[in-house]
């Protein structure tokens, strides 16, 4: 009984393995794992590393016991408190000071959990709450963020010293970093501008206690999060996230859409428990020679929408609007409708769409945002699930079961109401940028190391890590091609700070072994002759993601092709100076692999 199980076990994590090879070492491992199979029996008595965790005893299935022992849909889905980045004095709107903390303290994640240790954002320990208070700013309006750490002594995860990390005597590094913000660089949460309680200990990169918020968009849909060097899987595992929006009176009164009550966000990410209700993430790592701690990705089995598991919520006969953040470290979401219901997505990311998009499902990276409007009247049934089919890891992973393949449930109420919301035909007017307008091209290549036996030790952009010397230098006002060459099995969200991108085309990559061998020789991709390793079909975007993004999902053995403009979407400058110190970043947006090192900094010049 034992030893079947235990090989159905490696069969699985086999299967979860080979997904994450390169092609190119995948003849060798598989005979390697035919070994493994063999050999299947000696091996049941090692200790399993992914496994299990030595330091609480949990292991894959008492932590998939613990999910499956919480019933769905029994806490109301929370809102979280609103502050607002403004204020109004003699009939116009002034910039607001703020000062939101980072605390430790408990959080009630569902009914039936005892209440787990978090970090939690807030202007007190006591507003404090998983995610943080909802920030509305106003168009055009600054709004200024005193972000304090008062973070204990000792993180609540184990660290990996072995990464690029920061490295304080004692405490928490945090460092905040606004999703989509069009900020000024001494306020976008450089990673090595993070600080501890007090400010007592700072980063080499660190100059600011209170950050400024420009809020130049039009509109915008952001978050909030830890940004710190080697933490961010880590501190927002642990709670350090929230949303942030601009908003725009004028134009979304215009819009006629869903406002109000009936306009909600809903934060979305993964986690694991322990039985005794803490969120638990396994200390040691696939490779503990290499890193003790480290794993290539994060997947939790319990789904948690605005800090509640599994919430349900009561919904009416009519439109509403939900804006959908992927908050995850790791995971990727298809959402989609139990009864079939299609939805209008009118945003992506931090943009609206040129018009309504109608949707049966949609695929959400980490850190992407959908907007959607959902119209409950035209429903059968009075309860609808919002339901999750994307595989993990994406796109070659497992398919999500009975618990991680549900996310929320509306209840919809009887009675028909009116309901003058609208979606309009036309949203915002996209410029599309041309491939003529860029002053120069860039390869941007994605790759993954492997241990002997497989394991990812490290990912990497261009073969050098984070604080390798600055070699993206865009100049200001202009247009720049990037190729993102992905040599990895992952499908990689891509993500640019300040600058908003437009997709042009995705072509696959022919003969993938031959192009990483030489890269890897190389260092790099410009003595490979990459022309010839392309295929000449190319997929276009699509049309709910062919306006402005600042993600995008990078599909393996895919070079996709995107123009990022380092100006204003409307083409107008930055409004500050953007080419300061410590300049910007871009990077995966799977936490783990933001942390260990798929991120590089890049600084505008003038
Ligand atoms: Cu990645």
Same mark, same amino acid.
């Given at each position: 009984m034992i030893l079947t199980r235990c090989v159905f076990e490696q069969a699985k994590m086999r299967a979860k393995r080979q997904s994450r090879f390169s092609a190119s070492e995948a003849p060798i491992v598989r005979s390697w794992m035919r070994l493994i199979m063999i050999s299947g029996f000696i091996l049941c008595t090692l200790p399993a590393a992914t496994a299990s965790n030595n330091e609480t005893g949990e292991t894959e299935d008492t932590l998939l016991a613990t999910a499956e022992q919480l019933p769905l849909f029994v806490d109301k889905l929370p809102r979280m408190p609103r502050i607002k980045g403004y204020a109004s004095r003699n009939g116009s709107f002034v910039p607001a000071n703020l000062t939101i903390g980072m605390y430790m303290k408990l959080w009630k994640f569902h009914r039936d959990l005892p209440p787990? =240790?978090?970090?939690?954002?807030? /202007?007190?320990?006591i507003k404090a709450t998983v995610p943080g208070p909802s920030i509305v700013a106003m168009s055009g309006v600054k709004t200024y963020v005193r972000w304090e750490n008062h973070l204990p002594e000792k993180h609540m995860f184990t660290i990996d010293e072995t990464l690029q990390v920061a490295k304080p005597a004692r405490g928490v590094p945090t460092v905040v970093h606004l999703h989509g913000g069009v900020t000024e660089p001494h306020s976008d949460g450089n990673a090595l501008a993070w600080f501890t309680r007090n400010f007592e200990e700072k980063g080499p990169k660190w100059t600011h206690d209170v950050y400024v918020y420009q809020n130049a968009d039009t509109t915008s849909n952001m978050w909030y999060h830890d940004h710190a060097m080697g933490y961010t899987r880590l501190n927002l595992l642990a709670g350090l996230v929230g949303p942030y929006k601009v908003v725009n009176p004028e134009l979304e009164r215009e819009f006629g859409l869903p406002r109000k009550k009936f306009d909600r966000e809903l934060m979305v990410m993964d986690k694991s428990f322990t039985k005794d209700g803490q969120i638990y993430i396994n200390s040691t790592g696939n490779n503990p020679n290499i890193h003790p701690?480290?794993?290539? /990705?994060?997947?939790?089995?319990?789904?948690?929408?605005?800090?509640?598991?599994?919430?349900?919520?009561?919904?009416?006969?009519? =439109?509403?609007?939900?804006?959908?953040?992927?908050?995850?470290?790791?995971?990727?979401?298809?959402?989609?409708l139990d009864d079939g219901s299609s939805f209008t997505q009118i945003g992506s990311d931090s943009f609206y769409l040129e018009g309504p998009v109608e949707l049966k499902s949609n695929l959400l990276a980490p850190s992407e945002i959908m907007d959607v409007v959902i119209d409950f009247s035209k429903m059968k049934n009075s309860t609808v699930i919002l339901t999750n089919d994307a595989p993990y890891p994406f796109?070659?992973? !497992? /398919?999500?079961?009975?618990?991680?393949?549900?996310?929320?449930?509306?209840?919809? +109420? !009887?009675?028909?109401?009116? !309901? +003058?919301a609208s979606v309009p035909a036309q949203l915002r007017p996209v410029r599309r940028l041309s491939e003529d307008e860029a002053v120069l091209s860039r390869n941007i290549v994605l790759y993954e190391f492997d241990s002997p036996s497989g394991e990812p030790t490290h990912l990497t952009i261009n073969f050098v890590n984070f604080s390798a010397a600055v070699t993206e230098l865009p100049k200001i006002g202009t247009t720049e091609l990037w190729h993102i060459i992905n040599l990895t099995p992952d499908n990689h969200p891509f993500h640019v700070h300040l600058a908003g991108f437009q997709v042009l085309r995705q072509q696959k990559i022919k003969d993938v072994d031959e192009l990483s061998a030489c890269a890897v020789l190389h260092k790099g991709i410009e003595a490979c002759d990459l022309k010839k390793h392309i295929d000449a079909d190319a997929l276009s975007p699509p049309r709910n993601e062919a306006g402005w993004k600042n993600v995008f999902k990078m599909q393996p053995f895919y070079i996709t092709s995107i123009l990022v403009h380092f100006a204003m979407t409307d083409s107008n400058p930055f409004p500050f100076d953007p080419t300061g110190e410590p300049g910007y970043a871009y990077h995966c947006h799977i936490l783990d692999h933001e942390d260990n090192i798929m991120m590089r900094p890049y600084m505008l010049v003038k």
């Open positions: 787990s =240790k978090v970090f939690a954002f807030g /202007e007190s320990a701690e480290w794993q290539p /990705e994060y997947f939790g089995n319990v789904i948690i929408v605005n800090g509640k598991a599994w919430p349900y919520m009561n919904v009416q006969r009519r =439109k509403y609007r939900f804006r959908i953040i992927n908050s995850s470290n790791a995971r990727f979401f298809r959402f989609a796109p070659d992973g !497992d /398919e999500p079961g009975e618990t991680d393949g549900k996310v929320m449930q509306f209840v919809i +109420k !009887d009675g028909n109401v009116s !309901d +003058k």
